[in-house]
């Protein structure tokens, strides 16, 4: 299916929370049902109901690095319509702040919670056919199967009755002009998304749900999500299973300075230095990392995914670089451990703005660790006589 220029619809997948009572050790998004995290399958079905939908994962604070290489390894070609941003320390100001990422020409958003990871793409398509019906907001729910009982302490006290009642699941649907103007007016934390729009007013029309939509909260939740994906008749056993070692890759590049400028090193601009010849920006920094990612992954090198027959890349700086192999690696099921790299040149003088040029580097690759440092060769060389830039870089992958 080819993607539109400018999606109509958004999903927000929220996955901030931390998973305390699951008791994992981890956020609950980044626990393993298989080989595959909460999130990564939560994704996979994301993408299946809407592949041409701008999808905004909300995650925890500090790891939004692990979400967006699940988010990229899940997206394939809607790589360019999915993005990471922080949540907050409740789920309301968490899908507040996807609703912030939304683009401007999206008319409908979905809030999909990513703990909800089996969620069948059905789903997804029955709230969005309600929308298009003209509801103001959709719901998709399931019957209430128990006997439920009112307590008081210890004792039950009465029946409730369940013929009026439903288990509400996500995603949730709605026009955007409603939930921006729900969220604009909130003055308290609701339950849900429906639960919000409900009390700014509006009628919620429910749809059927999916006993595969069940939200995956305490271990035995986890354990029954593991036992939908990988059934224990089905299952194989081996007296070996193979795991997928770390990779190390290097990577180098060298630019001599010319006549025009500015320079770009490291991801920030020089002001006042001489840049380096190029294809793109010459930034040797960010090209040496490139290079070491791609040879970790197995991926060729930086000719063969940058070169001179790509005019996007013309005059391109780090983030897009970056970002994009970001992307390739993880596409190809790895994740960036930590990356080192050196330059070595007389100019500029580095050492005021390392933490400036390691920030901008490590958001370009999603929030992974990047160190750099430098040296002047003692003069020796022609690096040491001005001429140009040399670095060497070292990347550390590990799967995804």
Partial sequence: MSIPPVPAVAIIVVAAGSGSRLGAGAPKAFVGIDERSVLRHALDGVFAAAPSAQVIVVAPAEREGDALTETLAASGPSRDLASVVVGGASRQ???AAGLRAVW???SVVLVHDAA????PPDVFRRVLDALADGSAAVVPALPVVDTLKRVEGETAVAAVDRSELVAAQTPQGFP???LDAAYAAADREFTDDAALVSDAGHPVTVVRGDARAFKITTPDDLERARALVAPVGQSRVALEQPHPLPRVGVGTDVHAFSAEGPLWLGGVEWPGEPGLSGHSDGDVVAHAIVDALLSAAGLGDIG???GTDRPEFAGAHADVFLAHTLGLVGEAGWRIGNVS????????RFAARRGEAEAALSAALGGALVSVSATTTDGLGFAGRGEGVAAFAVALLVPA
Avoid at 116 to 119: P, Q, V
Avoid at 341 to 348: C, G, L, T
């Fill in 93 to 95: 100001e968490s899908v």
């Fill in 176 to 178: 955007r002009v409603i």
């Fill in 104 to 106: 401007p020409d999206v």
């Fill in 341 to 348: 790299v050196q330059f070595q040149s007389a100019r500029p």
């Fill in 304 to 306: 063969a995914h940058f």
């Fill in 116 to 119: 909800r990871a089996l969620t």
